[in-house]
């Protein structure tokens, strides 16, 4: 395991250095450790003579497989961050046990690509805050904001009817946790409208590349729902168009970083969580 895991830290801190350099993950080194952490595990199998090892790889491969493909084409990640994921999940494998890394990884995931996002985003924010401030003043009248802070209010109230302080805190922190979430994809939407969409010529766009600005060749429109194919690239060269509006992501492949020091350091939270309750 000690192999696989050491695979899958070469993979995440070369995928971060150029995610965050050129946001691209080379699909030579995804397919490398995909291929590499297959052939460990076929070794594995073929010294204890048994499909365990194998198996649990693919079981593995094809959750994560299913989950990195939900995220692509929802436009929340880049073709790279997905293939990154489907290798991560060949690399963990699957075991049914709480302590499965594989479950273990998807739980800090949440919690480091949340953190990861929102220290980025306020990174962004700062280095472009005029324009951030501008937006930022649009988005603050929102009514799922006041909304929010009435459900709040209501929640609060109610809560001081109940003499049990836990259940009373609990609800406070509750009704809390709608008007944050609200602020929070309010400050990311502002971000990304005052610093995410930028022009691009045909010669700086790479495959994968969000192109939100509608193009037309030959009279007919382009159609790219997931992301500009290198075919289409070609086109756009060719056509000669001369700019078209990408929708820069946030690189991600860090993140992914973050959660997998996290669970090599930490363990899995689920134990964490038994044994804080058992102490309880």
């Known amino acids: 395991m000690e192999l696989l895991l050491g695979l899958g830290l070469v993979l995440l801190i070369i995928g971060a250095f150029t995610d965050i350099k050129t946001r691209e993950v080379p699909d030579w080194l995804n397919y490398a450790v ?22 649990s790889g693919l079981i593995g491969f094809g959750i994560f497989f299913s989950a990195a493909c939900l995220l692509y084409y929802l436009g929340q990640w880049g073709g790279g961050d997905a293939k990154s994921l489907m290798a991560l999940g ?19 995931l949440g919690v480091a690509g949340g953190i990861y996002g929102i220290i980025w985003g306020i990174a962004i924010a700062i280095k ?3 324009a951030f401030a501008k937006e930022w003043r649009k ?21 001081l ?9 609990s609800l406070v922190l509750l009704g809390l946790m709608l008007p944050l979430m609200i602020i929070l994809i309010l400050f990311m939407r502002a971000v990304q409208n005052s610093s995410m969409f930028h022009w691009r010529t045909p010669a700086q766009l790479t495959e994968g590349d969000w192109i939100v600005s509608k193009v037309v060749i030959n009279k007919k429109e382009m159609k790219m729902p997931y992301g500009i194919e290198s075919k289409q690239i070609a086109m756009l060269r060719k056509a000669k168009v001369k700019k078209v509006l990408v929708k820069e992501g946030i690189p991600f492949i860090p993140g992914m970083l973050l959660a997998y020091i996290m669970i090599i350091l930490l363990g ?3 134990q964490w969580l038994m044994v804080f309750s058992q102490s309880i």
């Open 128 to 130: 472009n805050r005029k």
């Open 268 to 270: 899995s939270p689920v």
């Open 161 to 169: 009817f109940f003499r049990d302080v836990f259940l009373t805190g």
């Open 34 to 55: 995909l291929l590499g952490a297959f052939g460990i595990r076929g070794i594995d199998s073929f010294a204890h003579s048994s499909w365990e090892p194998v198996v």
């Open 90 to 108: 060949m690399i963990f494998g699957f075991e049914k046990s709480i302590s499965s890394m594989l479950l273990a990884y998807a739980l800090y």
């Open 139 to 159: 988005q603050l009248p929102s009514s799922h904001l006041k909304l929010s802070f009435i459900i709040f209010a209501c929640i609060a109230v109610a809560g």
